[in-house]
C-alpha cells in the first residue's frame, strides 16, 4: 500500500492537494495581471484563501509575465512590520529579475533600511529597528514611501507588478483608522500597480469597507465561501481511492458532516482518517474510522482548547456547553434552565463576546441557533467539559438542525 497520504495538513496546499476554486483562481489572477486593478478577497479562516492566492499569483506570473509581490501580514505588530513585509517581498520578487533593483530601492527608500540575508544566503531587507518605535506618523510615510518606490520601480521598468497583502486588516489592528485611510490614499493613486487585499476578520472588514469607513467603494469584493459539498465529497472518496484505499461517498459525507464547511477542517480529517484507517492496515475506509480520527484530533488538540476555556468567564462556558449540546433556542425557557444560563440578556451578551472572539457563529440552520467556529473546539467541550454539568454525549455528536416547520 503507497505510504503517501493524498491529503497535505502543512503549508499551501498546492498540485493536486488543492482543488475547485477555478472561477476565484480566474478572478485573482485576472486583477493581478490587470493595472489598477483593486480586488478584495474576503473569507473566514481556514478556507484556503493562502493556497488560492498563491495558485493565482503563480498564473500571473506564467500567463502574464506579472512581477507579484506577496505579503503575509498576519503577524505584524506594528506599522514599520507592515513595510519590512513588503520591502522583504519586494527583494524576493523583483531582485530576481532586475540586478539593479537593491540600489535602486535603497536609493529612493532614503530610510533606515538593512539587507539581511535569509536561511539560504538570499538577500533580504528590513527597516531599522528603531523606526518600530517611531510616531504614528513617521510609519506611516515609511510605509508610504516603500509602496511608492515599488510602484515608481516597476512603472520605469515597464513591467506589470502586483501587490497582495493577505490579512490586510492588520493595518488597522496596529495602526488605527488612521492608518487605514493612508493606506487607502496611497494605493488609490498607483494606476500601474494591482492590489489584491485579502482578510479573514469579517466584521472588521465590513466596517472597513461600509460607508463610513477608510476602503469604501475602493475595492471590488470577491466573497471566498466553502467550497460545494458535493465537489468536495468526490475529491476526498478519489484521493483516497488514488492510494489504494476503498472509500465510499458515505465515508466523505460523514467527514464533512463532521469537520463542517472550512476547507482546513474537512482535510485535516481526511488526512486522520486515511492514517486510521492505515493503522489497522485496512484496505477499506468506514465511517468508524472517520469518528475515531475525530475523537483523536481533538485529543492531540487539548492543550490548545483547554487554554481557551480557562481564558472565559463562567457565563460563556456554560454558554459553550449549550451551543455545543443544546437541542432548542438558545435562550428559551428550557435551555437556560438546563444549562444554567441566567437572564436572556446575560446569555445574548455572553453569545456576542464570544462572537466577537470568533469562538461563535450565528446560524439559522441549527436548533440552537449558534454553531462553533471550530468544529474540534465543539467535541473539546463534549468531551471534557459537559460531565461538568453529569452530561455525556459522544464527541461525534452532530448539532440537531432546526425544525423548519417550528414556529
Not at 533580504?124 to 520601480?153: K, M
Not at 500597480?193 to 460607508?211: C, D, H, K, N, Q
Not at 467603494?217 to 468526490?234: K, N, R, S, V
Not at 449540546?325 to 455572553?350: E, I
Request: proline share 4%; glycine share 8%.
Amino acid at each position: 500500500m503507497p505510504a503517501n497520504n493524498p491529503f497535505q495538513i502543512h503549508g499551501l496546499a498546492r498540485g493536486p492537494f488543492f482543488t475547485d476554486r477555478a472561477d476565484e483562481i480566474r478572478r485573482i489572477a485576472a486583477a493581478l495581471s490587470t493595472p489598477g486593478t483593486k480586488l478584495l478577497l474576503v473569507g473566514r479562516r481556514r478556507m484556503g484563501k493562502s493556497s488560492a492566492l498563491a495558485e493565482a499569483a503563480e498564473r500571473a506570473r506564467r500567463r502574464h509575465k506579472t512581477v507579484v509581490l506577496e505579503v503575509d501580514l498576519s503577524t505584524v505588530s506594528s506599522l514599520a512590520d507592515v513595510g519590512t513585509r513588503l520591502l522583504d517581498a519586494a527583494f524576493a520578487a523583483l531582485g530576481r529579475r532586475w540586478k539593479d533593483v537593491t540600489a535602486t530601492l535603497l536609493q529612493r527608500l532614503q530610510l533606515g533600511v538593512r539587507l539581511v540575508p535569509d536561511a539560504t544566503g538570499t538577500m533580504g531587507a528590513s527597516f531599522d529597528v528603531a523606526l518600530r518605535d517611531a510616531d504614528p506618523v513617521a510609519q506611516q510615510r515609511a510605509l508610504e514611501r516603500v509602496l511608492d518606490t515599488i510602484a515608481e520601480i516597476g512603472g520605469a521598468k515597464g513591467r506589470r507588478v502586483s501587490i497582495i497583502l493577505d490579512e490586510f486588516q492588520r493595518v488597522g489592528h496596529v495602526g488605527g483608522e488612521a492608518a487605514e485611510w493612508h493606506l487607502r490614499g496611497v494605493v488609490q493613486k498607483h494606476d500601474t500597480v494591482s492590489y489584491v487585499f485579502a482578510g479573514s476578520e469579517l466584521g472588521v472588514i465590513e466596517r472597513m469597507t461600509a460607508e463610513r469607513g477608510a476602503f469604501y467603494e475602493l475595492l471590488t469584493p470577491l466573497p471566498f465561501g466553502p467550497i460545494d459539498p458535493g465537489h468536495m465529497t468526490a475529491w476526498i472518496r478519489d484521493r483516497m481511492r488514488g492510494v489504494g484505499l476503498a472509500a465510499t461517498e458515505e465515508v466523505a459525507r460523514r467527514c464533512l458532516a463532521l469537520a463542517g464547511d472550512r476547507t482546513r477542517d474537512v482535510v485535516l480529517l481526511a488526512h486522520h482518517t486515511v492514517l486510521e484507517a492505515r493503522s489497522g492496515r485496512s484496505k477499506v475506509v468506514t465511517t468508524e474510522q472517520v469518528n475515531r480520527a475525530f475523537a483523536a484530533l481533538v485529543d492531540e488538540q487539548d492543550l490548545q482548547w483547554g487554554a481557551r476555556w480557562a481564558r472565559l468567564t463562567v457565563g460563556m462556558q456554560q454558554v459553550l456547553r449549550a451551543v455545543a449540546a443544546g437541542t432548542s433556542g438558545l435562550t428559551s425557557a428550557a435551555m437556560r434552565r438546563d444549562f444554567g444560563l441566567g437572564p436572556t440578556g446575560t446569555v445574548t451578551n455572553a453569545a456576542s463576546a464570544l462572537m466577537e472572539r470568533e469562538l461563535l457563529l450565528r446560524t439559522p440552520d441549527l436548533a440552537v441557533g449558534y454553531r462553533f467556529d471550530n468544529p474540534y473546539f465543539r467535541g473539546w467541550v463534549l468531551a471534557r467539559a459537559l460531565h461538568d454539568l453529569g452530561r455525556h454525549l459522544p464527541v461525534v455528536t452532530l448539532p440537531p438542525l432546526r425544525d423548519p416547520s417550528a414556529r
